[in-house]
């Protein structure tokens, strides 16, 4: 009998199932689709593992969003399932004249349109739920440019699933483009939800703009700040954002970034700003500010998050979760160098035990 016991334990690592990277396809809607999923060796040996979906902007095709916004190397050490689906081809914005293999991908058809994404990704949370052992209170959405607005479309529509998100280089529709163009559902999340955007402050396209878009008196996108506002509002964090300036560890890039946080939010969830000064329609860390890297960025913030809000919400503050960036601190400390526990409206020194100090402002 202990022969035999001892045999099995020989032969079960033979069995583990390294990390793969699939191409999958399902019929949505009367179209053949396709996602690539991309799990790492924990998630395959029976770890129930959160999903994070990433949207390629418009035009854009998910094997090559994958090499801009690679989670690979992340999820191998953090343990989640990383989703790239591909948008299908938008042929009712083909102008006239044009023939079908001139249409181009997207995550929000030109309106008016019956074609919904949102339903899509839901259909994936499914199939993969099947396949793998999924944990459904941390599945994630993150995207680039129309990507990002897709993203804000889960945040608001497919809330029930979509535990955080983040946003990079997109805006968020107005509530008046959405129900009256779209005629979607209104943006009413139904849980305290966490969200990030990285916005730069120079990008000229009308979906991405710092303040916002409007045609005529109609409002079709919204500014970063009413962005941040309404997911403050929805979160009832506190008014004021706590300001960090990031340190500007690559000069030539032309762009530095501000880091505004609202805590102390519902179930303390958090919403948070990386705002590019001087950044353009990119993608950070991997075109345009090098100061930060969105992938590492967004999964920092939304792994901290499952559908209730922040993990272990009753045992930490939301300020130490989001502020301290995993290193000890050591001390605070004014303009003089002189030790301060609290100075509002004011520069502080953070010092910590790796040898870094970041400035922040305390706003009340």
Not at 11 to 18: M, N, Q, R
Not at 253 to 266: H, I, M
Not at 331 to 336: A, I, R
Request: with cysteine; hydrophobic share 35%.
């Amino acid at each position: 009998m202990k022969k035999i016991c001892l045999t099995l334990l020989l032969i079960v690592p033979l069995f583990s199932i390294a990390q793969e990277q699939i191409t999958k396809t399902m019929i949505y809607n009367g179209e053949s689709r396709e996602y690539i999923v991309y799990v790492p060796e924990g998630c395959n040996n029976g770890l129930a593992c959160p999903l994070l979906f990433n949207f390629h902007g418009g035009s854009g095709y998910a094997n090559y969003f994958i090499q801009t916004n690679d989670m690979r190397p992340i999820a191998d050490t953090s343990n989640f399932i990383a989703v790239y689906p591909q948008g299908a081809y938008d042929y009712d914005a083909l102008e006239e004249g044009q023939d079908s293999s001139e249409a181009t991908t997207s995550w929000i058809h030109k309106a008016p349109t019956d074609h919904d994404d949102i339903y899509f990704i839901e259909e994936i949370i499914d199939a993969l739920s099947t396949e793998y052992l999924i944990d459904a209170n941390r599945i994630y959405a993150c995207g680039y440019s129309e990507g990002a607005i897709f993203s804000y479309e889960l945040g608001c529509r497919l809330n029930n699933r979509i535990a955080a998100f983040a946003a990079v280089s997109g805006s968020m529709l107005s509530d008046y483009y959405r129900t009256n163009i779209y005629e979607w559902d209104g943006c009413f999340p139904i849980h305290p939800t966490a969200m990030m955007l990285i916005p730069g402050t120079i990008d000229q396209n009308p979906h991405s703009n710092y303040d916002g878009f409007s045609y005529l008196d109609m409002s079709l996108y919204m500014s970063a700040n009413d962005i941040t506002t309404f997911w403050s509002n929805h979160n009832n964090t506190d008014i004021n954002a706590i300001i960090t300036i990031v340190e500007d560890s690559y000069p030539n890039d032309g762009s530095t970034v501000e880091r505004k946080s609202w805590l102390n939010g519902d179930n303390c969830t958090s919403v948070q700003e990386l705002k590019v000064i001087g950044g353009d329609h990119d993608w950070p860390g991997s075109s345009g500010n090098m100061d930060i890297s969105a992938t590492n960025e967004i999964w920092n913030f939304v792994s901290k998050y499952d559908i209730n809000g922040l993990i272990d919400c009753n045992t930490a503050s939301s300020y130490e979760i989001n502020m301290n960036n995993d290193n000890n601190l050591i001390k605070v400390t004014d303009l003089l160098g002189r030790d301060a526990k609290e100075l509002k409206n004011a520069p502080l020194f953070y010092h910590y035990d790796n040898g870094k100090v970041i400035k922040k402002i305390l706003l009340y």
